[in-house]
């Protein structure tokens, strides 16, 4: 299993440890993707938190957007955190729109223990950090969690969109429940 993490922006080595973390029970490598060719190779991808709008522009630089087009298309998963999931959006491959920074500032940010059904009964500390959210859905979107009215964690098929940053835990749920997309 290859898990590709999109590593021109943002907080890469998070995502990176965290992954060989949640791979380090299973079997895998974890790869920065920095350029094209690398994207068609992966069984998965992770796009991170950052600012979306420089990460769009070296993704559409690098040519790595129309690699993840082209793997969205084919199935293959993609997790998006808070500018990934505004990236998500913008790349028009998952039925949503978003809100950037809907909880304010960096100097705003908090955790959250989270309800997420999806990954068991017991609460997800979610960290908060300039959040987007997810304002509207489409019917093939499912909503995996809300906090205080706002969708902040959604799926429509291999696609999973997170509002806040689950590489800043130790809790490895979500990542397993990424990977058990593969």
Partial sequence: MKIGIIALQGDIEEHIKAMELALSERSGEVVAIKHSGIV???DAIVMPGGESTTMNLLMEQEGIASEI??????????LGTCAGLILLSK??????RVTRNTFGHQRDSFEFPLKIGAIGDEPFNAVFIRA??????????EI??????????AKQDKLLALA??????????LHHFFLDMI
Avoid: W
């Fill in 91 to 96: 790349l028009g491959l998952m039925g949503i």
């Fill in 164 to 173: 806040f940053h689950p590489e800043l835990t130790r809790d490895m749920r």
């Fill in 144 to 153: 995996l969690a809300t906090y205080d009215g706002c969708i902040v964690a």
């Fill in 40 to 42: 068609p190779s992966c």
């Fill in 69 to 78: 087009k082209i793997a969205a298309k084919q199935g293959t998963p993609i």
């Fill in 132 to 141: 987007p959210i997810i304002t509207k859905v489409e019917k093939n979107v």
